[in-house]
């Protein structure tokens, strides 16, 4: 009778399908298939995200696996992850986990590590855990403000529908748009005007300079100018000036006394009215006054 019949052959396939099918899924959920680590506990109140097969790092690098999830009915605040690390992974007194997740949804355990001079744990002690207060967990508190904020955001986006529906900003626009126009106008003109300015710019300098060295020659004779004898000039002018005029107020002189006594003044103008009448008649009887001949004979 032979051994190996067909029921034991697929009986064989079907086992090793199984055994297979075990250590395949334990594979995939990064479990160990032949565990040699060391096992730590992890109290947790709160294990949200965390699941048996989550990878544990530290530092950034892998360093074990959470195996398992045990719940107490009896103390529901006391939640233990079973923790494989690796063998050669030893974690010093004080030590932590923190629950951590990225964007993308992945949860992972995060050991803090504590003081080695403190001394190490046993293998299958217990450490304490904690969610991380990490950026999700901030995301996860704005929630509530998010949604307060809706409304506000809602009434704002109609008031910013009604106002982009408005055919005034439109023509707001239209308008800042010619304006655009004008400036470029504007800045094209300025520009020519600049460089106008640039090109005359060295002959101004030039003339600049010719008045400056004009002023200085200007500076220099009025420096060498002997201020103390023109002033003293000047001031004898004043005094000639001075006394000729209270000659001129004075009865004294010619001039005063024409100025001042009225009988002169009165005999001056009957002589000259005298004088008047004697050219009148000389002119009238020329006979009457010269008796001779400029060619030395008598008139006939």
Known sequence: MKFFTKEVQIALVAVTGLVILFFGMNFLKGLSLFSTGNKYMAKFDDITGLSASSPVYC??????????????????????????????????????????????GNVRLVLKLGNMADGQL????????????????????????????????DSILASVNALLADPTLSRSLHNVEDITAGLTT????????????NRQLPALMSKADGVMANADTLTHSLNQMDLAATMA????????????????????????????????????????????????????????????????????
């Not at 046993?122 to 403000?145: F, H, R, W």
């Open 233 to 300: 000039k000047v001031d004898r002018t004043l005094q000639n000036v001075e006394q000729m005029t209270a000659l001129l107020n004075s009865k004294e002189g010619t001039l005063g006394l024409l100025m001042r006594d009225p009988g002169l003044y009165n005999n001056l103008n009957a002589t000259m009215s005298h004088a008047d009448s004697l050219m009148i008649d000389l002119k009238a009887h020329p006979k009457r006054y010269v008796h001779f001949s400029v060619f030395g004979k008598k008139d006939k």
């Open 122 to 153: 046993a293998v299958g002690d217990t450490i304490s855990g904690q969610q991380q207060t990490g950026l999700m967990s901030k995301a996860a508190d704005m929630v509530p403000q998010i949604e307060q904020m809706l409304p506000k955001l």
């Open 186 to 197: 504007t800045a094209a003109g300025l520009s020519q005007l600049t460089a106008s300015l």
């Open 59 to 104: 530092n950034g690098v892998k360093v074990g696996t959470v195996e398992s999830i045990e719940y107490d009915y009896t103390r529901p605040q006391d939640i233990v992850a079973v923790i494989g690390m690796n063998g050669d992974m030893q974690l010093p007194q004080g030590t932590t986990a923190e629950i951590a997740s990225d964007l993308l």
